[in-house]
T-cell receptor
Framework: NAGVMQNPRHLVRRRGQEARLRCSPM?????VYWYRQLPEEGLKFMVY????????ESGMPKERFSAEFPKEGPSILRIQQVVRGDSAAYFC????????????FGDGTRLSIL | GESVGLHLPTLSVQEGDNSIINCAYS??????FIWYKQESGKGPQFIID?????DKRQGQRVTVLLNKTVKHLSLQIAATQPGDSAVYFC??????????FGAGTRLFVKA
């Protein structure tokens, strides 16, 4: 009965390096969502994916950020050439492919940029 | 687009009292509403949801009220306990899968 699994829980990178955040959705869920959260703030939508397709990436910066959800394996949020401002908690959620169902969240990856 | 706001950034209640957390939304086409609880260091946890064809829904110690006329949503927690201390988010869907989250209210429960 595994929920949404994110790894790593904590990730430290130096400026200019790449960060890869992984998310395995709940069993039976075909939709994945990525959010960013700064301390004492709400969740900012980044991207919504279904298997092998990006459905809505309106919240994701055009440069350095990319996301994928391959046919096999976890969803990946990739941040290239990280900068200090990328430091945040990144949460992944998943939902089944039917409307009016809540998203279920993982416990996030806390990204720190040195 | 949708915007969701909360009336109070923090709420402090005495243990055993009832808590009411409010949320306003702007898009009258919003049709699905969710409340989440987020504890420190964890992801948001689903509490309760309500669809636009309802105005009230009850769970265990929690009730969600929806007033579509004034575009207002509230979460009521009965007999608030120390374990209820957390940040509470309302979230709104408008005809699809994308969910917009409010800024959150931090609930403090005083023993």
């Amino acid at each position: 009965n595994a929920g949404v699994m994110q790894n790593p829980r904590h990730l430290v990178r130096r400026r200019g390096q790449e960060a890869r955040l992984r998310c395995s959705p709940m069993k039976g869920h075909s939709h994945v969502y990525w959010y960013r959260q700064l301390p004492e703030e709400g969740l900012k939508f980044m991207v919504y994916l279904q298997k092998e397709n990006i459905i809505d990436e309106s919240g994701m910066p055009k440069e350095r950020f990319s996301a994928e959800f391959p046919k096999e394996g976890p969803s990946i949020l990739r941040i290239q050439q990280v900068v200090r401002g990328d430091s945040a908690a990144y949460f992944c959620a998943s939902s089944p492919g039917t409307l009016d169902q809540p998203q279920h969240f993982g416990d996030g990856t806390r990204l720190s940029i040195l | 687009g949708e915007s969701v706001g909360l009336h109070l950034p923090t709420l402090s209640v005495q243990e055993g009292d009832n808590s009411i957390i409010n949320c306003a939304y702007s898009n009258s086409a919003s049709d699905y509403f969710i409340w989440y609880k987020q504890e420190s260091g964890k992801g948001p946890q689903f509490i309760i949801d309500i669809r636009s064809n309802m105005d009230k829904r009850q769970g265990q110690r929690v009730t969600v009220l929806l007033n579509k006329t004034v575009k207002h949503l509230s979460l009521q927690i009965a007999a608030t306990q120390p374990g209820d201390s957390a940040v509470y988010f309302c979230a709104v869907n408008t005809g699809g899968f994308k969910t917009i989250f409010g800024a959150g209210t931090r609930l403090f429960v005083k023993a």
